[in-house]
């Protein structure tokens, strides 16, 4: 349960322009209780959106026939939540939530960074799932991708999500994800990079601009405050950068595919011997990436695909599922 927030702005949901009766749930009552409204999301939100991240693994995974996942260390769930309170921030007009009555059913949250829009979560409570709770939020999203040149979501194998994604105009592009212990007796040795920090946010900004044509430096930024690390090529014009947590890339862009392979082993090398690093949502644009891990001796396997509209996924680029 949730209870109104004193101050929070209260806008009751206007349903989305054509298809109204099938686009959007708001003023129905899907569980037979009280009306589904949207309402933007607030940072208090946060906590109560995490459980809903929470409970969805778990249902995904008892549906699957698999132990749900062991809650995770109180820093990295702070983390998370300090993550989904920080899209309350920066795009007010993205972040949404669906409420009936006193019960928070789901969520969706969206970025815009300059003519970029990604949708960086959308997830609904699973008692509440199939009711057209996520199409209604996924909607409120995708208006503020308005004036967007590029959209791009990076989805789970959901398809449910797949279908709206695709019917949203976006072009599916398969994935892989890469997963494992990495063999450290494959490291190469002598890579470039060293050590990066917030004055480096140029670089970042100098990589993207031809990349994405967006920055990420902001979202590096407070990745690096929240105890993310970055290396940093930057030699012999060749430029790149890759932020990583516990051995995993967490977003990476470089100005070409060698530099980024260099800049993915950097990142490899940070993972403890005997951590399992997890990489998601590599297309065919990052068969470079592919080739490293597979040097690396971990399993490449499919995995849910991006969607992207208005461009071409970008080459030496790795993008993380909220800032892209
Ligand atoms: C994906 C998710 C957000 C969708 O929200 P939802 O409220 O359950 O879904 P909706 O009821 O809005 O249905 C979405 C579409 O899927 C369709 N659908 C329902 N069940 C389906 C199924 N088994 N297979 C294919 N499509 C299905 C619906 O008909 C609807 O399409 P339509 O509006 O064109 O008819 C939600 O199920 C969820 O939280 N899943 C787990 C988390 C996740 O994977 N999120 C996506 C991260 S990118």
Redesign the pocket.
């Known amino acids: 349960m949730i209870d109104d927030e004193p101050g929070a702005p209260v806008q009751e949901a206007r349903p989305p322009a054509g298809d109204q009766a ?2 959007s ?1 708001e003023g129905t009552r899907p569980a037979g209780d009280e009306p589904v409204r949207l309402r933007p999301m607030t940072e208090g939100y946060a906590p109560a959106l995490a459980d ?2 929470d409970a ?2 778990a ?2 995974a008892r549906a699957a026939g698999r132990e749900p996942p062991a809650p995770g260390l109180p820093e990295r769930h702070e983390r998370f939540v300090k993550g989904l309170a920080r899209f309350a921030l920066t795009d007010p007009d993205g972040a949404w939530v669906a409420r009936a009555g006193g019960d928070l059913l ?1 969520f ?1 949250q969206a970025i815009r960074r300059e003519g970029f829009w990604g ?1 960086a ?6 008692d ?11 909607d409120r999203c995708l208006a503020y991708a308005e004036g967007a040149s590029v959209r791009m ?13 695709a ?1 949203a105009g976006l072009d599916i592009h398969p994935a892989v994800k890469a997963a494992g212990k990495v063999d450290r007796r494959a490291l190469p040795s002598g890579l470039p990079g060293r050590d990066g920090d917030e004055t480096d946010l140029d670089l970042v900004t100098a990589v993207d601009l031809p990349l994405r044509g967006a920055s990420r430096a902001g979202d590096v930024g407070f990745l690096l405050s929240v105890g993310a690390r970055m290396t940093v090529v930057d030699r012999g014009g060749r430029r790149g950068f890759v932020v990583v947590r516990d051995g995993n890339p967490l977003l990476l862009g470089a100005d070409d595919p060698a530099t980024a392979q260099a800049l993915l082993w950097q990142a490899f090398a940070a993972a403890k011997e005997d951590a399992d690093v997890d990489c998601y949502c590599w297309t065919a644009a990052q068969g470079w990436a592919v080739g490293v891990a597979l040097a690396a001796r971990l399993t490449v396997a499919p995995a ?1 695909p991006l969607f992207v509209a208005g461009g071409r996924v970008p080459g030496p680029w790795l993008p993380s ?1 909220w800032y892209f």
């Open positions: 099938r686009a749930v809903i991240v969805a693994a249902a995904e789901g969706g949708l979560m959308l997830f609904v409570h699973p509440r799932q199939s009711r057209g709770i996520g199409r209604s939020l996924l979501i990076m989805t789970s194998q959901d398809p449910r999500a797949l279908r709206r994604y019917l849910g599922g």
